[in-house]
């Protein structure tokens, strides 16, 4: 590969000693120097690959530290209702593509993004509503938020759901007249999303290549598959062998099957090969604030339209025990656990259990091992709360904060929480004045994963109905690109190798066209990416700016 010199622009190296740099020179896919370029270009070799910033802004490459990818390349496959305004809407969007892609009778249709906070009917569309969108189709209708959604009459049969199908523990399946409406949460919806056909490989192939372009267009070098179930292990013997992959992908297994997968995975384990490692487990503890699963220590507000008691509080998806079991299966196995905790019951259970796990094993070894060092991480985080904090350094947890929320839904969050609880959404600032390493995520493909957005939000904290919630919550520019950077590498224990612009590290690199530390706070989300280097590679490029004498 070679050497080249990165000059003439803003180059931010993350690191707090030695913030920003004039040049940087690379070699063979990794940092070889930093400092001005007169300097760096004695230094390299004759006829060294010079790449002109043309003025722009170079800093590493994001690293996306919670997402979902086979699902993002899924949703490329699916229609798309995130624009769906009622139930009409819903309707439309469904037939329209039936008839555009000539989907034939009997064909399993997918349809993702709706919200029901946004539909004129404030609730979610049932079997009632898809039997007219599908008519002689089976059909699932899937939640943005992905906890949640509604399977049409032919899809419940075919999956066997009819009125003496129980609820399982720690999800809802709704009944009228004690028959089911089509509408399921959580692990119920999950379980029969399971069980849906999957598209061909040849066609998921494809949508993964769609879903890397995507990311790669925000700058992002790292990626995550934050549930990998065993039925994608095909697909991922597919992913690995086409080599398509230039971003790095870290999967994390489905806890209640990570024997099969990690056995299955036995070369990627906490290592990559040909871009993919397997960094460890996942779990889920509860649900969805704007979907008000999300398990709370107090009661979600009273609101209209929905049918829940005074003191309905979400709920949990898994015991005690069964967290506990967990925890310590991942602390045996020296394998990193993520836990999806989004209330502030599920961020204690999670807190409470790690304290349990760590006392028995320091029981069992009998010398002090308390905290691990397997740096859990809760995902989400979102009701976090100020005074479980403390908890959260002492047990080495990394939260990351689905902060975009405050944007995307920070109006529905004061509804359901109340102003009180609702500024506190994602509690970032008070994470960082208590000196704790958190990141920032966008959950995708719940939304796009679009770095720069998330930084406004924040350094912003502003809803869509322009309330500023939680102005301490507020972060610092530096401190918000320092989450999507140097702290995701270290999440993922990359931090000699990722997230700074420093000797011996990758050359992941993303160009902007202006520089966070400098434009107006309000700006930041107009930023535009121009390009994403991987491993000193030209792996996407807009089609107009970028970065000169660069190819892929």
Known sequence: ????????????????QKPCVGAVLTENGRILGTGDYETLKDMAQPGVQTADLQGNVMLPGFIDPHSHFTACASQTMEVDLSHAGDFGEIIQCIQVFIKEQKIPEGQWIQAAGYDHNSLREGTHPGRKVL??????????????????????????????????????????????????????????????????????????????????????????TTVQEGMLPAKLLPLYRMLEGSGLLKLDLVAYADIRESD???????????CYKNHIKLGGYKMFLDGSPQGRTAWMREPYEQVEGWDQPADYKGYGTLSDEEVLAGILKAETDKMQLLAHCNGDMACQ?????????????????????????????????????????????????????FLAHVYHWGDVHVRNFGIRRASHISPAGSALKEGIIFTLHQDSPVISPDMLETLWCAVNRETKGGMVLGREECLPVWEALKALTINGAYQYFEEDEKGSIVNGKVADFAILDRNPMSVEPEAIRDIRVLATIKEDRLIWKRQQGGVCGMTG
């Open 1 to 16: 590969m070679g050497q080249t010199l990165y000059h003439n622009g803003t180059i931010l190296t993350m690191e707090d």
């Open 131 to 220: 039997d007219k969108a599908s008519p002689r189709n089976p059909l699932i209708v899937k939640h943005q938020s992905g906890h949640m959604g509604a399977f049409n009459t032919m899809a419940l049969n075919q999956l066997g759901v009819d009125a003496q199908t129980r609820s399982p523990q720690g999800g809802f399946i709704e009944t009228e007249d004690g028959i089911p409406t089509g509408y399921m949460e959580e692990r119920a919806f999950l379980e029969y999303q399971d069980k849906v056909p999957m598209p061909s490989p040849e066609a998921f192939l494809k949508a993964y290549g769609r879903a890397q372009e995507l990311y790669a267009s925000n700058g992002i």
């Open 260 to 270: 099969a997968v990690a056995e299955a995975m036995k070369d990627y384990v906490k």
């Open 349 to 401: 259970q999670y807190l409470n259990q790690l304290e349990a796990a760590y006392r028995s094993l320091e029981e069992q070894k009998g010398n002090a091992c308390y905290p691990g060092d397997i740096r859990p991480v809760m995902i989400h985080a979102q009701l976090l709360c100020q005074d479980q904090l403390p908890r959260v350094k002492e047990l080495k947890v990394i939260p990351s904060f």
